[in-house]
């Protein structure tokens, strides 16, 4: 099918009455009156407390008219609620959870915001208190890179301890205590985590000392021993390569001529023209080839022996200790994955038929574009590893990949070892 040239678009417009996505235009009808119901802009945002504190949920919507207002507590309507804001006075423990939402209506249309939580949190400072206990639930040990949830208990002279927050599912806020940490850090939501370089905590031992906010004769203290029998990764895979655009969507076809059905002269409707193509989506782009990796293994020797090991490629260099017992350490530099092809454009949707009698015929769809190839995929890295005659019989511990990437990457060469003298590595 040959393209009808551009320059004779305008001419045809012309002849069939205008043109709107290449179809005659059709008369402008007037539009019903449409009455829209009220829209939330904001819905209330969730409130963080203590107990004894107020909190205040608002609220913007809009709508047609005045908008009457409803609040509700854990879907109970609340008495008197009825404007763009509510207040807690002095939220209590027991409301803890609570969810509040409102309607705004207007005549029968009733529109709901979404629900805002209310979280009541206990301030020590007024609560008796004889000794705060602080443990790591998933410790007590923890691994470089790794980050563990705290736990603080507060013992009162005489009724339940009071837990914080987050893993201890307590009320107690993170707010009440100020952290003095060696080796490792706390955040504001009590999670102790440790660098990922092991000789920032290499021979420490780790330790932590939570204050409660003012009485800093009450105190937790935990000490937190390092492990090193963890799975870690050291990942220098080549990047992936750009994804294709997507192919154009063909333009649709032309309306058909109109025809006549006066009995004095019947004249059958023209026929719509075929729709274009859809244009083919471009290839995505080759995957990135995985570097080279240089690798040092020595030995700490000692009751219980820990693998050193430097992993240096062209753009980074890391640092491991791995205890052979337990622990593994994956080296990879594989191919970066091929880009995704580009989408085929849709094809044009066929022109309607002209009016007239006969109709005129609807002209075809046309064909959808064809998708764009994947791009190959990268061709994995080289890996050499030097390792000191003492740490070859915990070689093991450490695994390779140097694969090339999909689809069809090429696998980088057999990983080279090589035994040598490798001096302590920090």
């Known amino acids: 099918m040959s393209r009808m040239p551009s320059l004779l678009i305008p001419s045809l417009c012309l002849l069939f009455g205008g043109c709107m996505g290449h179809r005659a235009a059709l008369p402008a009808q ?28 608002t609220c913007l919507a809009t709508g047609p008219g005045s908008l009457a207002y409803q609040w509700y507590r854990n879907n109970v309507p609340i008495q008197g609620a009825q404007s763009q804001h509510y207040r807690v006075e002095a939220a209590s ?28 949190r206990i301030w020590l400072a007024q609560v008796a208190i004889d000794a705060l206990q602080a443990q790591l639930p998933e410790g007590p040990a923890i691994l470089p890179g790794q980050r563990l949830p705290l736990v603080i208990s507060a013992v009162q002279p005489a009724g339940p301890v009071l837990v914080t927050e987050g893993r201890g599912k307590g009320q107690v806020g993170w707010d009440n205590f100020t952290f003095q940490a060696t080796g490792i850090q706390v955040d504001a939501s009590g999670n102790v985590s440790l660098p990922e370089d092991p000789r920032s905590s290499d021979g420490m031992l780790p330790h932590l000392r939570a204050e409660l906010v003012g009485r800093r004769d009450l105190a937790a203290e935990l000490d937190v021993p390092v492990r090193y029998d963890g799975v870690f990764l050291s990942d220098h895979s080549g990047d992936p390569g750009a994804p294709g655009g997507n192919g154009l969507d063909g333009m649709s076809g032309f ?25 083919t989506g471009w290839d995505g782009g080759p995957g990135a080839a995985g570097p080279g990796l240089q690798v040092w293994v020595g030995l700490r020797s000692g009751a219980h022996p ?36 580009g989408r085929g454009g849709r094809g044009g949707a066929g022109g309607s038929g002209g009016s007239g009698c006969p109709d005129g015929a609807n002209g075809f769809a046309g064909s959808d574009g064809s998708s ?55």
Do not use: M
């Open 93 to 120: 423990l027991e409301e803890d959870g609570a969810q509040f939402r409102v309607t705004a209506t207007s005549g029968h249309q009733v529109a709901w915001s979404l629900p805002a939580t209310l979280s009541v």
């Open 255 to 279: 309306p058909g001529s109109p025809g006549s059905c006066d009995p004095n002269h019947l004249q059958a409707g023209g026929n719509g023209s075929d729709g274009w193509p859809g244009g």
């Open 30 to 57: 007037p539009a019903s009156p449409v009455r829209e119901g009220p829209v939330f802009l904001a819905s209330p945002a969730d409130q963080k407390v203590r107990a004894g504190e107020s909190a205040t949920f």
């Open 306 to 341: 820990l693998l050193q090991v430097k992993v240096v490629s062209p753009s980074r260099t890391q640092f491991f200790l791995v205890d052979p017992q337990g622990g593994s350490l994956l080296l990879r530099a594989d191919g970066g994955r091929g880009g995704t092809g």
């Open 372 to 426: 764009g190839l994947d791009g190959r995929g990268g061709q994995g890295g080289s890996i050499t590893v030097r390792v000191d005659p003492a740490a070859r019989p915990y070689l093991s511990a450490l695994r390779f990949s140097n694969k090339g990437g999909w689809p069809a990457g090429e696998d980088g060469p057999p990983v080279a070892i090589l035994a040598e003298t490798v001096d302590p590595l920090w």
